[in-house]
């Protein structure tokens, strides 16, 4: 089924062909992907008369699969109290990491990141405007970035280029001979710059001219972009530059889901106005409108009933969109436990085993978001060392570029109060014993008690 819709929305052959494929995708997430079907579900015959084949008509109810199993792991990655804090052992390099990440609201660019990212890519633009640092996502559909030839992990170029009708243009202030045409908009990160290009027409040959006006150098010595593939596993391979989407494996099954519900309330609707059944030689079926207040007239013998349609099969419906949706979730790693069957509250080491699916699947996520926020952190400590930086309207030092920085991810799920008795004790004989050093000790449970800063929390319990 998804492969005829995909028939109804041809790819345009002047962009690449990942191109298609995340506008696709991007579809599914946004619950957009039945607008190119011609009919709605309850049409069921042109006006020539033909039958209308379910495959051409738009679901009347969209269970929104793929939004679910996105929001839900992301709520596990990024979500209140998952978010991680950036480590390291220069003690004035983490606080001052922790201002600026805050500042710049690294948490909410990074939900947004992860939500806009699920259909493969994501990138993450940085910019540093009066020695504050500002964070904004960037679609990649309409991205091209380039690797260095002897750093593949560091980009060389990312390329924006895609078509705008030419009264956009003009609105923004463009000089545009033809606002009914369609125009190339182009712009280009790297090294030293951020480059704009005149929009130009489509039908033209004419090689790009910059536009000075709009272009600006950032001298930061590094593109300021990150870029972040979703998943391993990509459609390209390892090499490629999209990741795999989230919620692919699940589409086909969605689709199912859409129209099976589709179809019980349709026969639903049907048994609430059910059509009168009247034995005579009379009448044109074919002008026949469903409901009690149309009667159906055949042949001769008078009798005459209702035609309804049977209970249970809405209910064989519910129980096989039910096993569906399992099988979805399962093939996703999504969220499949039910509150219904909890029957008491859940140790956080009984929630993760409950949920190791989704736990796998946020766990993936770490790998490639949890990267991009370091790398975010290196791009601002490099910028500290080229221009005057500020938080809290406070100017900032040059932070030092050879840091080794960690991530500290905090635990799945929070432990209850008996986990967390045992867990004391476990470190204070731990600690007794010396195989575990106080501040390690404080280091792992430091999320669970709201410690910012261990070194000045030990300093505490030292003079308390």
């Known amino acids: 089924m998804l492969d005829t819709i995909a028939g109804l929305l041809p790819p345009d052959p002047d962009y690449p062909a990942r191109t298609s494929r995340l506008a696709l995708y991007k579809r599914v997430h946004d619950g957009t992907l039945y607008d190119a079907l011609p009919y709605e579900f309850q049409d069921e015959r042109t006006a020539a008369g033909e039958y209308i084949p379910l495959r051409q008509r738009r679901p009347s109810v969209r269970y929104p699969l793929a939004r679910i199993v996105v929001d839900d792991s992301i709520s596990l990655l990024f979500g209140n109290g998952h978010f991680p804090q950036i480590d390291t052992d220069d003690a004035v390099l983490r606080t001052t990491l922790a201002a600026l990440t805050a500042e710049c609201r690294l948490n909410a660019t990074m939900q947004e990141a992860a939500l806009r990212g699920a259909i493969g890519s994501v990138a993450i633009l940085l910019r540093v405007l009066k020695g504050r640092i500002f964070l904004k996502v960037l679609e990649t559909p309409y991205l091209t970035p380039a690797w260095q030839s002897d750093a593949p992990d560091t980009l060389s170029t990312v390329i924006e280029k895609y078509k705008v009708p030419g009264s956009t243009l003009a609105t923004m202030g463009y000089p545009i001979d033809d606002p009914g045409g369609q125009y190339w908009f182009m712009r280009v990160w790297d090294n030293t710059a951020e480059t704009w290009f005149q929009p130009w027409p489509i039908t033209s040959t004419e090689i790009p001219r910059i536009d000075p006006d709009r272009s600006t150098r950032h001298d930061l010595g590094f593109v300021p972009i990150v870029w972040v593939k979703n998943l391993p596993g990509g459609p390209d391979g390892a090499d490629g530059i999209d990741g795999a989407c989230t ?88 969220n499949r436990s039910s509150a219904d069957r909890l029957s008491a509250a859940q140790s956080g080491r009984a929630l993760e085993m409950m949920n190791q699916g989704l736990i796998l699947l946020a766990d993936n996520l770490r790998v490639s978001y949890g990267d991009a926020i370091l790398q975010i952190a290196r791009m601002i400590i490099e910028a500290s060392n080229r221009y005057p930086l500020i938080t809290h309207s406070q100017p900032l030092p040059k932070l030092d570029r050879t840091a080794r920085l960690r991530l500290h991810w905090p635990r799945w799920y929070p432990p209850d109060a008996q986990d967390r008795a045992a867990e004391a004790q476990t470190l204070a004989t731990l600690i007794a014993a010396r195989v575990l050093s106080p501040e390690t000790a404080m280091r792992s449970i430091a999320d669970l008690y709201s410690v910012q800063d261990i070194a000045l929390e030990g300093e505490r319990i030292a003079t308390a």
């Open 247 to 334: 919620f692919k494996p699940a589409i086909e099954t969605g689709i199912e889901i859409d129209y099976q519900l589709s179809q019980a309330g349709r026969g639903l609707k049907y048994s609430s106005d059910p059509t009168l059944l009247i034995r005579e030689p009379a009448g044109d079926a074919n002008e026949l409108v469903r409901g009690g207040g149309n009667a159906l007239v055949v042949s001769e013998k008078g009798d005459a009933r209702l035609l309804e349609i049977n209970g249970t099969a809405a209910s064989a419906v519910i129980e096989y969109v039910r096993a569906l949706r399992e099988m979805a979730l399962e093939g996703v790693h999504g």
